[in-house]
Structures are given as structure tokens and as C-alpha cells.
């Protein structure tokens, strides 16, 4: 009997050692699992780094060099922990194991067709997701590099001659589209005049010195004439244009396209009234005293 107590107290007193030393040991077992969590981030990162040296993605090797790459003892305290522990402090163990030990990335080597720019940002609290960030950037640049270079390498491989003959087919198109720009502000500026040839005349008549009366003299002499027609032709007198000019082949000297274009007709026409009447008013005078100016 007494030796039946003892043994039962020997119990006792173990089943109180076991507590007091899980109340002793549990803040640091829960220590133990956050520097095992923290380390075996550290071994993701370093082999995210290594699995992009390994392809000769150039700054892997630094981004490797600032991740451990050893073993965490503290894992593998929990882990041998896991064989000596029974019941619920066995389950409670596994629960630290695993926080201590995430998920393994789903690739620690990103595709190089990946699209840096197009990725959303990383996680600031995940080192493994900003390390995978990294080495897509490093991806994207290293193709950006390259292209820059064949391409330079293409240029300096062009002989001199081909690479003169660019150039001059270059300034050749450049030329031919500003003489295109000019041909068709030309024939704008044409079809305008033509459309309405006083306003045309109104800027030239005040460049005479002449004002708003004698602007509407010549507007009257040259209705009666052609009507402001730059294509009106006498066919009895082979006069022609808005100033009936007699023969019309005289306004080639203020322009070679008298034929089709009002500034010219009008130019001339005011100049022939300066030198014959003096002005728009006194050649009207004359049209209606006998008929013609």
C-alpha cells in the first residue's frame, strides 16, 4: 500500500513538472516559430534569386546574396518536437510547423514574357511576392537592353553607301510631302479667290490708297463688265476676265495662270485703271459715258 502511494505521488509530481515546464517553454516555443516562419521566408526568396541566376538573369545573384540561404534550426527543433510530443501538445506543435513553413510559391521563376508593367504591385508585407516582382522587372529591362542592342548592332553593320541612300530617300520624301503641303494650300487658296474674287479685291483696292467709294466704282464697273467672272469671255471682242482685259493674254505679265486666277486679273486690272483714269471712280465715269473703259 504505502508503496502504491509513493508511486502514485512520483506520478503527481510529473503530471506538475509537465505543466509547469509547458507554461515555462511555451512563449519561447512560439518564439522559436516565428524566427522558424521568418527563415523559411528567407529560403523562398533566396530561391526565387537562385532559380533566376540560374538562367543568367543579371542582378540575381545580388538579390540572392541578401537572403540566407542555411537551414533554419528552429524548423527542425519543431519538427523533432512533432515525434516526442503526444495528444493535443503534438497537435499544437503542428500548428506552429505549418505557420512556420507557408505555401511554397507557385513559381520562383517568372515566365520571361511576363509583363512587369502590367502586374499589380506586390505585396509590401510578402518578401517572396516582391522578390518575384523584382526579378520580372529585371526580365523586362534585360529584353529592353537587348533589343537596343541588335538594334544598334544592326545600324552599325549598314555600309556607308546603303546608309547614304537612306538619307537621300529620306530628305526626297520629306521634300515631295512639302511640295505636296504647298500644292494644296495653293489650290485652296485658288478655289477661295475664285469663289469670291471681291474679297479679294477689297484688300488690293485699299492697297491703292483708294477707300470704300472707289471700292464701290469698281464694283459697279466690273458687274457691267463680267459680273466678278474670272473665266468671262467676250466672244466679239476676245476680251477677257473679271476686267475684261482687251486682248486678255495682257495680264500675263502680272501672272502666267491669268486664265484661272482672280488675284492676277484683279491685280492687273487696278493697276490699268491707276495708269488710265486714276482711279475706280473716273473709268466708271468713262463705262457710262460711252459704254466701254
Known amino acids: 500500500m504505502p508503496l502504491r502511494i509513493t508511486a502514485g505521488a512520483a506520478a503527481l ?24 516562419k521568418q527563415a523559411f521566408v528567407a529560403q523562398q526568396v533566396a530561391q526565387v ?33 512533432l515525434v516526442s510530443e503526444r495528444g493535443g501538445s503534438a497537435s499544437r506543435s503542428e ?12 513559381s520562383t521563376a517568372p515566365s520571361p514574357a511576363a509583363d512587369p508593367s502590367s502586374a499589380a504591385p506586390a505585396d509590401p508585407a510578402d518578401p517572396v511576392a516582391q522578390a518575384e516582382q523584382r526579378v520580372q522587372e ?33 530628305e526626297a520624301q ?15 487658296q485658288l478655289a477661295a479667290a475664285q469663289a469670291d474674287p471681291r474679297a479679294v479685291a477689297a484688300p ?16 459697279r464697273l466690273w458687274t457691267k463688265e463680267s459680273g ?29 495662270d491669268w486664265q484661272t486666277d482672280p488675284r492676277v486679273q484683279i491685280a492687273w486690272g487696278l493697276d490699268y485703271i491707276a495708269a488710265s483714269y486714276g482711279t475706280p471712280c473716273r ?7 460711252v459704254n466701254w473703259y
Open 283 to 289: 473709268a466708271w465715269a468713262h463705262s457710262q459715258s
Open 138 to 170: 529585371l526580365v523586362g529591362q534585360q529584353s529592353a537592353d537587348s533589343a537596343d542592342a541588335s538594334q544598334t548592332t544592326r545600324a552599325s553593320q549598314v555600309p556607308a553607301s546603303q546608309a547614304l541612300a537612306a538619307v537621300s530617300a529620306a
Open 228 to 256: 466678278w467672272s474670272w473665266s468671262a469671255d467676250n466672244p466679239t471682242s476676245s476680251a477677257y476676265g473679271i476686267p475684261q482685259s482687251l486682248p486678255g493674254s495682257k495680264m500675263a505679265s502680272h501672272g502666267a
Open 174 to 188: 520629306r521634300a515631295a510631302a512639302e511640295a505636296q503641303r504647298l500644292a494644296e494650300e495653293a489650290a485652296a
Open 95 to 106: 500548428d506552429r510547423l505549418a505557420a512556420a513553413q507557408p505555401a511554397a510559391p507557385s
Open 13 to 36: 509530481g510529473a503530471v506538475a513538472l509537465t505543466v509547469t515546464g509547458g507554461a515555462l517553454v511555451g512563449p519561447a516555443k512560439q518564439e522559436a516559430a516565428a524566427e522558424a
Open 49 to 81: 534569386w537562385r532559380s533566376a541566376g540560374s538562367s543568367g538573369l543579371p542582378g540575381a545573384s545580388q538579390g540572392a546574396g541578401a537572403s540566407s540561404s542555411a537551414s533554419s534550426p528552429e524548423v527542425v527543433a519543431l519538427q523533432a518536437e
Open 204 to 219: 488690293m483696292v485699299a492697297a491703292h490708297g483708294w477707300g470704300a467709294d472707289q471700292f464701290s466704282c469698281l464694283d
